[in-house]
């Protein structure tokens, strides 16, 4: 970790879950990170969760990550006050409860927003930064085992998960292509999907939560899982990893 002592990451969706975990733990490994959210006051109540000599190392900037306006102000805000962008994780992402064949088209579309066009408009930006100064950065797309494969259904029940599952597949598809356009534009920037199971987060509808309480995985697992690849030698590149708890049966 020492080529990363007070370089800069950008944690997406820094407010809560997941996104919080990576935060506090990229601080604590001598990072300076900027956690994006909307709800931005709980990443500022997270600094106090820091031990007092790393509290000014977590810098809390509201984004939406799905608006393009809303991505360039806060990227303009952290190349302007730190200079540069030297690790991103996509971390932030939506479930919207319905059904395909008859929710809101606009509750559909935020996910799809979110979920895809969130780390569009937030990679392009990190990117542009590592490419700019010839720094072999890492950009981390953090997935869901539900883009590799989808729930069994449940015998006379709609699944009411609608478009989150083909968003996270898009992102499984984003990881290759992204590799292979970081390599063809002559750089070694990494990029690296990590897929959870099931984790105990506030996005988890009651119903998941009601089958898998007892094999959910905690928010920390998967920040450690960053930790360990951002940690790899420049010459190794964890593509992609998928996280289970043990036990999990779906």
């Known amino acids: ?4 002592q007070n370089r800069v990451a950008v944690v997406t969706g820094a407010s809560s879950g997941i996104g919080s975990a990576i935060a506090v733990d990229l601080v604590n490994a001598g990072l300076v990170v900027v956690g994006l959210a909307r709800r931005v006051e709980r990443v500022k109540e997270l600094q106090k969760s820091l031990p007092a000599a790393r509290r000014d190392k977590l810098i809390a900037l509201h984004c939406d990550v799905g608006n393009e ?7 303009d805000t952290i190349e ?15 479930l ?5 064949v008859d929710m809101p088209i606009s509750l559909a579309q935020q996910t799809v927003q979110t979920n895809i066009m969130g780390i569009i408009n937030c990679t392009q930006r990190a990117f542009r930064s590592m490419k700019q100064r010839n720094f072999d950065g890492h950009v ?8 590799h494969k989808l729930f069994a259904p449940m015998p006379d029940k709609a699944p009411d998960m ?3 599952a083909p968003t996270k597949h898009a992102v499984t598809a984003l990881a290759e292509m992204y590799r ?7 750089t070694r920037v990494k990029i690296t999907s990590i897929s959870p199971g099931v984790v105990d987060t506030e996005i988890v509808p009651e119903n998941i939560r009601d089958m898998v309480s007892k094999t959910m995985l905690n928010a920390k697992d998967i920040s450690q899982a960053v930790l360990f690849t951002i940690a790899t030698p420049p010459h190794m590149q964890v593509h992609e990893m998928i ?3 043990v036990g999990e049966q779906l």
């Open 180 to 186: 292979q356009e970081f390599m063809g534009l002559g």
């Open 162 to 164: 609608n478009v989150y």
């Open 69 to 75: 306006s809303s991505v360039k102000e806060a990227f």
């Open 96 to 100: 919207q409860n319905g059904r395909l």
């Open 243 to 245: 996280i289970k708890p």
């Open 80 to 94: 302007k006050q730190l200079g540069a962008i030297d690790i991103l994780v996509n971390n932030a992402g939506t």
């Open 1 to 4: 970790m020492e080529r990363w």
């Open 140 to 147: 981390i797309l953090i997935n869901s085992i539900l883009g």
